[in-house]
């Protein structure tokens, strides 16, 4: 995932998300949710299903499909076939916290990655994706939860930005994405 999540006292960091600083007023209207609808999903084999002391939170949800339509995706001449499917991470943070990270790159160009912090919330990001040559490139198009809160009041999420990565495919079964290793499987 990508930013830096903070909540009450405690922060830590993570690739692609950054939330609203709370010392900084934001006057941007929080936007609706998307209503949830079917994701195409890939069925894992029985083998590459992580056992439950690895999958420290549910297995994910079918997410949201862009609230409006999306551009075009991505012409196969920049889709790497081998990235195709679902792919799933566990980093911790510096106190140990581990994180989920289910990351899906369908065929069409769309992807969504779904975070399950170690607070409980479950951060969902999608948008259109390209991969090729060893770079990885994501461009956001939606993102829930769109406002973050705390005692202190509700501020709205800014927008994920694009991200470009350079990955390594390792066997097949796992990517190595930037400081994370993502398994094939859910």
Do not use: K, N
Not at 142 to 167: K, L
């Amino acid at each position: 995932a990508v930013g830096i999540a903070a909540w009450g006292t405690g922060s830590f960091a993570f690739s692609g998300f950054a939330l609203a600083d709370a010392g900084q007023p934001q006057q941007q209207q929080p936007s609706p949710l998307p209503q949830p609808q079917p994701f195409p999903q890939t069925q894992p084999s029985p083998q590459t299903q992580p056992s439950p002391q690895t999958q420290p939170f549910p297995p994910p949800q079918p997410g949201p499909p862009p609230p409006h339509p999306s551009p075009a995706p991505a012409p196969a001449a920049q889709i790497d076939p081998q990235l195709v499917g679902a792919w799933t991470a566990w980093p911790s943070d510096a106190q140990g916290r581990r994180t989920t990270i289910r990351l899906e790159l369908l065929e069409d160009g769309r992807y969504l990655e779904t975070s399950w912090l170690p607070s409980g919330l479950v951060q969902r990001v999608w948008g259109l994706w390209r991969g090729r040559d060893g770079r990885l490139g994501l461009q956001p198009q939606g993102w829930d939860p769109t406002q973050t809160c705390d005692p202190q009041g509700c501020r709205p999420t800014p927008p994920p930005r694009p991200q470009d990565h350079v990955y390594r495919l390792l066997a097949g079964a796992s990517l190595q994405l930037g400081p994370f290793l993502f398994y094939r499987g859910p």
